[in-house]
């Protein structure tokens, strides 16, 4: 397994360290915030550890910045703070655990061990990259060169299915399965009108258009879909 460890006490950042060297992880560690984004956007991790107090970015702002930038590594948040709003604001920030300080490394390992789990058992992705489009399922958040999208619950369906086949075809038949749950073809222009709403929308921000029209198939998302 391979961890991210983000945490400006260089005495804490060792001892982590060397603990998971010990169990047989693999780590990188770094003591401040901006760097520990940096790597989180550009290393395959199979999670993080990150300090809730950091210098220059806090671990607030690296968690929401991972996320909005598409990363959906588990991460575990360190925090001395023992407020519970405090807590509830790293869990909203993207957060899949918190581990309060002080703490034993067995804990650390276990709560490592299971939030890795969680993706292996679900077997269901929940966060799609293709060209500069981001969407986040459990979020519920859409975005553009990285700013939000403003979509009706349809549009957010329709785009996730676009999402899910991105660089190839999706026909009308398609859509209307998958978005509307609709077995036959109702005879309405139930998709081609909120198809035109929803490339609205993307193409309002867009340099060149997202959605293209395959005459005679369906639509077509232009870019493929990115490692998540």
Known sequence: MHVLIVEDDAETREWVATGLHEEGYNTRTV?????????????????LVVDRRLPGLDGIGLIRAARAAGVCTPIIMLTALSETAQRVEGLDAGADDYLGKPFALAEL???????????????VQTCFSAGPLRLDL???????????????????????????????????????????????????????????????????????????????????????????
Not at 31 to 47: K, S
């Open 31 to 47: 003591g401040e915030g901006r760097d520990g984004l940096m790597l989180a956007l550009r290393e395959p991790f199979d999670a």
């Open 109 to 123: 390992l276990a709560r490592l061990r299971a939030v890795v789990r969680r993706p292996a058992l679900a077997q």
């Open 138 to 228: 459990v979020r519920h958040e859409a975005q553009l060169h990285g700013e939000a999208l403003d979509l009706t619950p349809t549009e957010f369906r329709l785009l996730e299915v676009m999402m899910r086949h991105a660089g190839r075809v999706v026909t009308r038949s398609m859509l209307l399965e998958q978005v509307w749950n609709f077995h036959f073809n109702p005879r309405t222009g139930v998709v081609e009108t909120h198809m035109s709403r929803l490339r609205g929308k993307v193409h309002l921000h867009a340099a060149e258009p997202l959605i293209e029209t395959v005459r005679g198939y369906g639509y077509r998302l232009r870019y493929g879909l990115d490692p998540a």
